[in-house]
């Protein structure tokens, strides 16, 4: 267990629909990562959030969005579903409350994934 | 895009040690090396980062050269555990991570 908690594991739903992925950070991480995997692809980034605030953007497409909430957990919201938006997307958390931004170090801890089948 | 190069595949027999090779020839002064490896479609693991000086840690070992335009990931007695995709980084701060294509490690019985 990572300490990065990404629900639900798994989702079936149709094209058109819209899904959220929650995301809970590990205790004291202020930042959350989204990222996108599909089949065979590599992991692409999608968006930032720092302590609540969009901090860095990626391609993510216009149907999706996400937000960071008071309590610092995290939804991804993906609307008008396509096939093509099939993936797994993963959630990462970094940043300790006490050391806050800095150049130094930053290693990223991941969710399990949540992995979406759009039928 | 990627600021790292690495071979696509490699083979390493189990009990060997593999070592697995990462080019940064644009590496900026204040960037670190990260590498971290994803075992089938399970979340991407953290192995080990460094900055100039070599590092070791329970789970690798990391070889960076003094020009720093390059670097190995050394893991000293594979197991058939460590068949994984490896992605080597370089960030720094709190920016994000961006990865490439990685190297595909098939360990061997």
């Known amino acids: 267990d990572s300490g990065v908690t990404q629900t639900p594991k798994h989702l079936i739903t149709a094209t058109g629909q819209r899904v959220t992925l929650r995301c809970s950070p590990r205790s004291g991480d202020l930042s959350v990562y989204w990222y996108q995997q599909s089949l065979d692809q590599g992991l692409q980034f999608l968006i930032q959030y720092y302590n609540g605030e969009e901090r860095a953007k990626g391609n993510i497409l216009e149907r999706f969005s996400a937000q960071q909430f008071p309590d610092l957990h995290s939804e991804l919201n993906l609307s008008s579903l396509e096939l093509g938006d099939s993936a797994l997307y993963f959630c990462a958390s970094s940043v300790r409350r006490d050391s806050g931004l800095t150049t130094g170090a930053n290693v990223l801890t991941f969710g399990a994934g949540s992995r979406l089948t759009v039928l | 895009d990627a600021k790292t190069t690495q071979p696509p595949s490699m083979d390493c027999a189990e009990g060997r040690a593999a070592n697995l090779p990462c080019n940064h020839s644009t590496i900026s002064g204040n960037e670190y090396v990260y590498w971290y490896r994803q075992i089938h479609s399970q979340g991407p693991q953290y192995i080990i980062h460094?900055?100039?000086n070599n590092e070791t840690n329970e789970m690798a070992s990391l070889i960076i050269t003094e020009d720093r335009k390059s670097s190995t990931l050394i893991l000293p007695h594979a197991t058939l555990r460590d068949t994984a995709v490896y992605y080597c980084?370089?960030?720094?701060?709190?920016?994000?991570?961006?990865f490439g294509q990685g190297t595909r490690l098939t360990i061997n019985p």
């Open positions: 460094g900055l100039k």
């Open positions: 980084i370089v960030s720094w701060g709190a920016q994000k991570l961006v």
